[in-house]
């Protein structure tokens, strides 16, 4: 399905598992899109809404890079959410995803259920270190912009120490994300990076004492960087529980998909 927003268009999938009063958005990280949580998304009960963020999948991919911005894309999927049910939603975002959920629960408290963020981050609170992040990613961007293909950025993208763990993964699941990442629009991507990657988004450390929902952070325990960036992040938001998942990197969801879920079933979407 399609939800024209105000300046983009979004391919969405609603799942309905069951008749429970529950619904959550899910949403997928860089070179991603919403295939990327349907091993997760049948378990949850009540109805599940999962789009392809900008420059990702079947949605828009050719706007202006300012709509691609953390904040408009928030609002965009506020949109939605509204479009579908008036209660308040589970949001669970993951890596990309999770620090679009952060976004979106700051400016719109009063829709979220419940967050659950999977190896995300509040920002780079550094002014210089986030200028160093923009020329990094203006310089990917420039890269998939000038590539006959994507297959030479996929290889560079999945041997990141990142995604180091993934390579014990099956040889289906594997196959699985790299055909995911080789069907995306380069252009695409690069207007994501340029939009709405680490450096761009807002420095959102100093209002996370201020976060209206109650919290999850998930993080893999071979994910050191972000294992550290959501301990940072628990110790500052008030109503919130940090799990680690042992044995597990950066996409935990896909390494390791009954232990997050077992967590998220236990807490009974409080």
């Known amino acids: 399905m399609f939800f024209k927003a105000k300046f983009s268009k979004y391919y969405y999938i609603k799942i309905k598992n069951s008749t429970a009063p529950l619904y959550w958005l899910l949403l ?22 999962i789009p392809d963020l900008l420059g990702h999948g079947q949605s828009d991919v050719n706007n202006d890079t300012k709509y691609f911005s953390i904040e408009q894309q928030a609002d965009d999927l506020v949109a939605l959410s509204k479009q579908i049910t008036t209660q308040k939603v589970n949001i669970w975002g993951y890596s990309m995803g999770g620090r679009l959920a952060l976004a979106l629960a700051l400016r719109y408290p009063e829709i979220v259920n419940h967050l659950y963020l999977e190896s995300s981050t509040a920002g780079i609170k550094s002014p210089a ?19 006959t293909s994507l297959t030479d950025f996929v290889d560079f993208w ?4 990142l995604f180091h763990s993934q390579k014990d993964l099956s040889f289906e699941t594997q196959a699985f994300v790299r055909n995911q990442r080789l069907q995306q629009s380069g252009i695409g991507l690069a207007k994501s990076l340029c939009g709405m990657g680490t450096g761009k988004m807002p420095n959102y450390w100093n209002q996370l004492p201020f976060l209206q929902s109650t919290t999850t952070l998930f993080a893999g325990e071979l994910d050191t960087k972000f294992s550290n960036i959501t301990r940072d992040m628990q110790l500052l938001i008030p109503n919130s529980k940090r799990v680690v998942i042992p044995g597990v990197g950066h996409n935990v969801h896909l390494e390791n998909p009954n232990a997050i879920l077992t967590t998220i ?6």
């Open 265 to 270: 079933l236990q807490r009974k979407y409080l």
């Open 129 to 147: 270190a986030r200028q160093a992040r923009i020329t990094n990613d203006h310089n990917l961007a420039l890269r998939l912009q000038t590539a």
């Open 158 to 161: 999945e041997n990141l120490p």
């Open 28 to 49: 997928h990280g860089f070179m991603g899109t919403h295939k990327e949580f349907l091993n997760v998304a049948t378990q949850l009960p009540g109805t599940i809404i």
